[in-house]
T-cell receptor, first 112, second 111 residues
Framework: SQELEQSPQSLIVQEGKNLTINCTSS?????LYWYKQKYGEGLIFLMM?????EEKSHEKITAKLDEKKQQSSLHITASQPSHAGIYLCGADGAGTASKLTFGTGTRLQVTL | NAGVTQTPKFQVLKTGQSMTLQCAQDMNHEYMSWYRQDPGMGLRLIHYSVGAGITDQGEVPNGYNVSRSTTEDFPLRLLSAAPSQTSVYFC??????????FGEGSWLTVV
């Protein structure tokens, strides 16, 4: 079965600083999804990557899928308090998008 | 367009009771899934469906039943609730381009 490891598990950054969260898969990724979750709430879709080398950006968040399709990184530029939450990566290991394997999440705190 | 709707949002059950978590989507998606989220373990797949009349087991199916009689609905049934089933449950559906939409979650406590 596919396993995803996220690092770091938690992160505290000062407002305005950049940060990177990594997601490493034990198997080739057919699709890699990034979600954000605030405590006690649902999952907010951020981005989906499918092709090796693909990079997508939305506002100050950029996600990349490496060429070998086994690792993805999520980079936040000039962090803001609104970026605080739990970031989850989910892997589609079968190419069907009907079932994902998730990492355990990275908890991000942004201090003033 | 309501997206993925889950009910109830909060529920407390006694051990041994049964209940159904409802999930409905109005986007005509074929693929639907149920996940549970536990502290420190991320989300784990319980059951999924690739279309009406077709369901299959995920990673943690024991204690749960599903059915898919229509494209829109994918209910999750707890047959005899146990404290180990205390969790947050998320329903999801997959749209074009493999975009996966999640419901807002159902918080279940079994006492």
């Amino acid at each position: 079965s596919q396993e995803l490891e996220q690092s770091p598990q938690s992160l505290i950054v000062q407002e305005g600083k950049n940060l990177t969260i990594n997601c490493t898969s034990s198997k080739t990724l057919y699709g890699l999804y990034w979600y954000k979750q605030k405590y006690g709430e649902g999952l907010i879709f951020l981005m989906m990557l499918q092709k090796g080398g693909e990079e997508k950006s939305h506002e100050k968040i950029t996600a990349k899928l490496d060429e070998k399709k086994q690792q993805s990184s999520l980079h936040i530029t000039a962090s803001q308090p609104s970026h605080a939450g739990i970031y989850l990566c989910g892997a589609d290991g079968a190419g069907t998008a009907s079932k994902l394997t998730f990492g355990t999440g990275t908890r991000l705190q942004v201090t003033l | 367009n309501a997206g993925v709707t889950q009910t109830p949002k909060f529920q407390v059950l006694k051990t041994g009771q049964s209940m159904t978590l409802q999930c409905a989507q109005d986007m005509n998606h074929e693929y639907m899934s149920w996940y549970r989220q536990d502290p420190g373990m991320g989300l784990r797949l319980i059951h999924y469906s690739v279309g009406a009349g077709i369901t299959d087991q995920g990673e943690v199916p024991n204690g749960y039943n599903v059915s898919r009689s229509t494209t829109e609905d994918f209910p999750l049934r707890l047959l005899s609730a146990a404290p180990s089933q205390t969790s947050v449950y998320f329903c999801a559906s997959t749209g074009s381009g493999n975009t996966i939409y999640f419901g807002e979650g159902s918080w279940l406590t079994v006492v």
